[in-house]
T-cell receptor, first 116, second 113 residues
Framework: GAVVSQHPSRVICKSGTSVKIECRSL??????MFWYRQFPKQSLMLMAT?????????EQGVEKDKFLINHASLTLSTLTVTSAHPEDSSFYIC????????????FGSGTQLSVL | GDSVTQMEGPVTLSEEAFLTINCTYT??????LFWYVQYPGEGLQLLLK?????DKGSNKGFEATYRKETTSFHLEKGSVQVSDSAVYFC????????????FGAGTRLAVHP
């Protein structure tokens, strides 16, 4: 089956630094990728949708300048948390769709970000 | 707005016990309902789904029935195994927008031998 690889699985960083999370579709071309965030005991919330070669579409309340999304190829999307602060500590997860998959989503295993 | 509420975990059971994880939803229309499962170290996987009222989704011994009258989609399994230990997410989406899933917070299930 289709596999989505996400890394790192866990990252700890100092406040003010930037962190990049990668999401790769290993055996298919992902036309669209999605980024979600989950705070402790809260729902997994969609942050943004990205299509290869175009700007990401952000959900309401998500700062586009803080969460930079690049989808430069059909197999790779990156999320960069710029100038991270403790309140950005969260679980981030990506998913991808491929053509002909009948809207099926394939998820990465997630990244736990802790900002000190 | 549309939302999904599921029971807070962790749920701890002995092997062969009966499992219920409650899920209720709030939606302005008639969504499709889903259960996703995340095993340790892996991505979320679709476990089962139901697209209209009274439909029952089933897979791997798990079942959930779309109950419009109670706006619920509770997950059940008659006899859990240690290998069922995972985090379970209830979600909804509208036709044509299955990519825009609205998730619950997830419920961690731990099954002990």
């Amino acid at each position: 089956g289709a596999v989505v690889s996400q890394h790192p699985s866990r990252v700890i960083c100092k406040s003010g630094t930037s962190v990049k999370i990668e999401c790769r579709s290993l055996d298919f071309q992902a036309t669209t990728m999605f980024w979600y965030r989950q705070f402790p005991k809260q729902s997994l919330m969609l942050m943004a949708t990205s299509n290869e070669g175009s700007k990401a579409t952000y959900e309401q309340g998500v700062e586009k300048d803080k969460f930079l999304i690049n989808h430069a190829s059909l197999t790779l999307s990156t999320l960069t948390v710029t100038s991270a602060h403790p309140e950005d500590s969260s679980f981030y997860i990506c998913s991808a769709t491929r053509e002909g998959a009948n809207e099926k989503l394939f998820f990465g295993s997630g990244t736990q970000l802790s900002v000190l | 707005g549309d939302s999904v509420t599921q029971m807070e975990g962790p749920v701890t059971l002995s092997e062969e016990a009966f499992l219920t994880i409650n899920c209720t939803y709030t939606a302005t229309g008639y969504p499709s309902l889903f259960w996703y499962v995340q095993y340790p170290g892996e991505g979320l996987q679709l476990l089962l789904k139901a697209t209209k009222a009274d439909d029952k989704g089933s897979n791997k011994g798990f079942e959930a029935t779309y109950r419009k009258e109670t706006t619920s989609f509770h997950l059940e399994k008659g006899s859990v195994q240690v290998s069922d230990s995972a985090v379970y997410f209830c979600a909804l989406a509208f036709s044509g927008g299955y990519n825009k899933l609205i998730f619950g917070a997830g419920t961690r299930l731990a099954v002990h031998p």
